[in-house]
């Protein structure tokens, strides 16, 4: 009777799997199992295994009373409303899946990965599985583990949700030799597609904003292609900031002119602070906050003279208020602008990164530089006090946790790091064993083996291969004189040809609007009669027909690759609901039929066509206004050019050309246009007005009031210009005091910036958003410090240069 029951349920199994996993049928048709421990029965009488070992005692792969007891474990671990990826390394029998996914149905996907084949085998022929192999939500990899198809199936999903990894624990013990590797390899891809995914939904806006903000320099700065061959067969030494660059800075200062030094923006302070300039400063980073590593460095009487290489979607603040003689744009292979990257005509795309680190090794080997020498790139903890090197403008405490993981250390030991600088790590491995004609030398004093780089401290590295002077200056000059700025006369016109795409692309999607409206009461006076159809065929002639012409048109819109590619992170959020909802659906078939599975579609494309709407919208705005500019500025510069015989109209144009940069959030140009105009300008109204503005851009706020100020003495007419200007920049501060609130030091210098543009007449009231913030600061502090005054004190008094002003009614 057992031995039936067990073929019914090998049976069943077997069915549900060539029906759903034909690729793993057919692994489970050519395999010939063996046997991997004895079969017992829990007490329960629900199958258990029983290994036996030479030099161990047996061990059983679950609770001998009641393996459910195991499989509960993993059901604790995830809460009911949980909307995540769940992966299992390991099915062993399959007791912690089944539950999670008969018990958990708002899961989005349900991972199980089994690299032990005959463990597979066993468990389809124990355990009625097919709860797993039947449900859409399920993805199931068995045997030899197929990294290429996991990061496949799993790049939108893992992209998009939280992901969580459980183990099947026996399996590390059983075959480790397995379950490693296999785990290891999981890890690590979706903590890559984690990464990537959770920044862009989280952060898509800001991607898509700093990208086109940053078009609006294209007429002042340079392709990543002029770096090619720039620095051929020179030896280039890339610093990042661990804690142990401090170790290294006085030798690093004797090498200025012996290599080319490539600095991650979060070193530059402590190298300008030692005296050391770059020669080329790299930033990645995306967030408004990142400009705070480079402000104290921001000069309005000069440029650096470094070249700053950045991101096209890094942040904007970075490009447009960071003075330097080269901005140096760099496009990676990312969707959302191939568009505009094939336009401007790039050639060299930058390289993957997850951290500015990878930006400066795609520099380092473009410029052909070898060579190329890792120093500060701990890529692990490496002291007990600061996570960076002394100096650098945003550091933290060192700060035990269980989830840190042990590598092999640059002294042969261990050292303790965790996921993301393992995913760092691994990253800058996959490069060099791509660049086998390059050497690589770690000369960071601490921190973690990076294979495939040869180990030599700095001074060795020094007496080997620094021993020359190199011109680098000459080289960088030549560079700087013989390039050309991007040229957008291209990309104003395809910007045109997609806006008008987005355009019609909504007019489409008011047409579906209207078709959903009219279907949504029809369907349900059908359901009303009859809601167990076997097929679409069975709906009424009009359902049909209005249902055609929904999926046409949803269809039509699937089909505007231009814009929706354009839009991609902007619509993140809205493809992971849609991923949801579709699993829902898909689910909903089996469970009610085909008219409910219906109405779950309508509305899952009513959501989709939602979304879309509000980001052509958004897109159709943004490139218009980056479009009016780059056409103004053209327009512009060459009137300026045709009119250098007529004074008065050159100074026109250049105090328009600085007004519309100041308008657009370019201060470094504005400032230089303003520069070029004659001295017996600077005293007129309208001359203040526009250096004040620039100033306080620039963050020399006494320059700004001293400017506006006398402005106003010339001409009380621009208190309300002034007032607005200075109003938004506040505004500006206020966004970044809110996103960064549990940091008190950021909070306290955006206080102070807004402080600062504050004088009357011009400044008389905050911005409502800046009493907000201070309201839930307030608010949040009193309730969390009501047993500690000395500490809420020390809070508040972060607000008190604003006290006056928080007090006024805002309008």
Not at 1 to 7: G, S
Not at 57 to 67: G, S
Not at 360 to 365: D, E, F, K, Q, T
Not at 653 to 658: A, G, Q
Request: charged share 30%; hydrophobic share 40%.
């Amino acid at each position: 009777m057992e031995k039936n029951n067990r073929n019914l349920i090998l049976d069943a199994n077997l069915d549900a799997l060539k029906r759903n996993f034909p690729h793993i049928y057919q692994k489970v048709q050519n395999h010939t199992p063996s046997a991997i421990g004895q079969i017992i029965k829990s007490k329960n009488g629900l199958p258990n295994i029983l290994f036996h070992f030479k030099d161990d005692k047996p061990m059983i792969a679950y609770n001998p009373n009641d393996p459910l007891i195991d499989g509960n474990l993993f059901l604790k671990s995830i809460n009911e409303e949980e909307r995540i990826l769940i992966m299992f390394i390991g099915l062993g029998l399959g007791y912690g899946p089944l539950q999670v996914i008969k018990e958990r149905p708002k899961l989005v996907r349900l991972v199980i990965v089994e690299p032990w084949m005959d463990m597979f085998m066993h468990a389809i022929h124990l355990i009625d599985l097919t709860p797993i192999f039947n449900s859409k939500r399920v993805l199931l990899y068995v045997g030899e583990f197929e990294e290429a198809r996991f990061e496949g199936d799993l790049q939108r999903t893992a992209a998009i949700f939280s992901t969580r990894i459980l183990e099947f624990p026996l399996g590390q013990k059983v075959r480790k030799d397995l379950y490693k590797k296999v785990s290891d390899k999981v890890f690590e891809i979706a903590n890559k597609l984690n990464a990537h995914g959770s920044t862009t939904m989280n952060c898509g806006g800001e991607f898509f904003q700093n990208r086109y903000d940053s078009l609006t320099l294209l007429r002042h700065s340079y392709s990543y292609d002029i770096l090619r061959d720039s620095f051929k067969n020179m030896p280039a030494i890339m610093v990042a900031a661990g804690p142990s660059l401090d170790d290294d800075m006085e030798l690093l200062k004797t090498l200025k002119n012996k290599a080319l030094i490539i600095t991650a923006d979060s070193a530059l302070s402590p190298l300008l602070k030692a005296g050391i300039t770059p020669d080329i400063v790299t930033t990645l980073d995306f967030q408004k906050v990142n400009f705070e590593k480079l402000t104290p460095f921001v000069d309005t009487e000069k440029e650096w003279e470094f070249m700053l290489v950045s991101m096209i979607k890094g942040s904007s603040l970075v490009q447009k208020r960071f003075p330097v003689s080269h901005l140096i744009l760099g496009f990676m292979t990312d969707l959302p602008h191939m568009w505009i990257a094939k336009e401007l005509g790039v050639k060299c795309y930058a390289p993957p990164a997850f951290s500015v680190a990878h930006v400066s090794m795609g520099v380092a080997l473009l410029s052909g530089a070898n060579p190329i020498i890792f120093l500060g790139q701990d890529l692990g903890f490496t002291s007990t006090e600061d996570d960076h090197a002394t100096g650098t403008i945003f550091s933290s405490r060192y700060q035990d946790r269980k989830d840190y993981i042990s590598i092999k250390g640059l002294d042969g030991g261990e050292i303790k790091t965790d996921r993301s600088l393992l995913g760092i790590k691994t990253l800058f491995e996959d490069i060099i064993k791509s660049n086998p004609k390059k050497v690589f030398i770690n000369s960071t004093s601490r921190g973690a083996y990076i294979d495939g780089a040869m180990r030599l401290r700095l001074d060795e590295v020094k007496s080997l291969y620094l021993k020359d002077e190199i011109d680098i200056k000459k080289q960088s000059d030549h560079l700087k004189n013989t390039s050309k700025t991007f040229e957008p006369a291209r990309l104003i016109k395809e910007m045109e040809s997609r806006i008008e795409l987005a355009r019609s692309g909504i007019k489409k999607i008011n047409k579906f609007n209207e078709l959903y409206d009219e279907f949504k009461p029809l369907l349900k006076k059908f359901m009303e009669k009859k809601n167990n159809i076997r097929s679409l065929e069975e709906l009424d002639i009009e359902l049909k027909t209005k249902l055609h012409k929904i999926t046409t048109i949803n269809i039509e819109l699937d089909k505007l690759y231009k814009i929706n590619e354009a839009i991609i992170e902007l619509n993140f959020k809205f493809l992971g609901e849609n991923e949801v909802q579709k699993i829902y659906s898909d689910e909903m078939k089996i469970q009610k039929g085909v008219i409910f599975w219906l109405e779950s579609e309508i509305e899952r494309f009513k959501n989709i066509e939602d979304g879309r709407k509000l980001y052509f919208q958004k897109f159709i705005k943004t490139a218009n206004s980056v479009r009016d500019f780059l056409l103004k500025e053209g327009n512009l510069i060459e009137n300026y050019k045709k009119s250098q015989d007529d004074m008065e109209k050159s100074k026109e144009l250049l105090i328009e050309l600085s007004s519309l940069c100041i308008d657009y959030e370019n201060p470094v140009i504005a400032l230089n246009y303003l520069k070029k105009i004659d001295e017996s300008f600077n005293s007129l109204p309208q001359s203040l007005y526009l250096n004040g503005c620039v100033n306080a851009q620039l963050l020399k706020f006494d320059n700004a009031k001293k400017c506006w100020l006398n402005a106003i003495k010339e001409n009380p007419d621009y208190i309300d210009q002034i007032n607005k200007f200075a109003i938004k920049e506040a505004e500006l501060w206020t966004e970044l005091a809110h996103k960064r609130l549990s940091n008190d030091k950021i909070v306290s210098v955006m206080v102070n910036r807004i402080a600062s543009l504050i004088q009357e007449p011009y400044f008389t009231q905050l911005p409502p958003g800046t009493v907000q913030i201070w309201e839930f600061y307030k608010t949040k502090n009193e309730n969390d410090l009501k047993e500690q005054p000395e500490e809420l004190e020390k809070k508040l008094k972060i607000w008190e240069p604003l006290k006056p002003y928080l007090e006024k009614k805002t309008p």
